[in-house]
Nanobody, 126 residues
Framework: VQLQASGGGLVQPGGSLRLPCEVS????????VGWFRQVPGKERQVVAC????????YYGDSVKGRFTISRDLVKNEVYLEMNGLKPEDSAVYYC????????????????????WGKGTQVTVSS
């Protein structure tokens, strides 16, 4: 499985960006796919997570109501729609995927997932 995130860039506060993650290959069975972000000196943080089994979703508290994770099964892509962007959203954003291990929980997307794409930089600044 290979993932490729893109779509990052510079955006003004209050603006929007849509990050696509192109997925090549497949995981047998149910999987969790998520978006993470990381700033220098801090741990990688889960932003949003989706279960392929039933579409269950999880969002980090700091992005709830502003970010939306979705997927296109035909294009085999996963998206992160980001609205109402704030300077504190500035980070390198990564998409990742792994087998769904048991029931979907807020921990189904975690920093130790097996498959990662290269990050894309998002900068929110005026």
């Amino acid at each position: 499985v290979q993932l490729q995130a893109s779509g990052g860039g510079l955006v003004q506060p209050g603006g929007s960006l849509r990050l696509p993650c192109e997925v090549s290959g497949a995981i047998s069975g149910a999987y969790a796919v998520g978006w993470f972000r990381q700033v220098p000196g801090k741990e990688r943080q889960v932003v949003a997570c989706l279960s392929s089994y039933d579409g269950s979703l999880y969002y980090g508290d700091s992005v709830k109501g502003r970010f939306t994770i979705s997927r296109d099964l035909v294009k085999n892509e996963v998206y992160l729609e980001m609205n109402g962007l704030k300077p504190e959203d500035s980070a390198v954003y990564y998409c990742a995927m792994d087998r769904l291990r048991g029931a979907f929980t807020r921990w189904s997307c975690y920093p130790g997932m097996d498959y990662w794409g290269k990050g894309t930089q998002v900068t929110v600044s005026s």
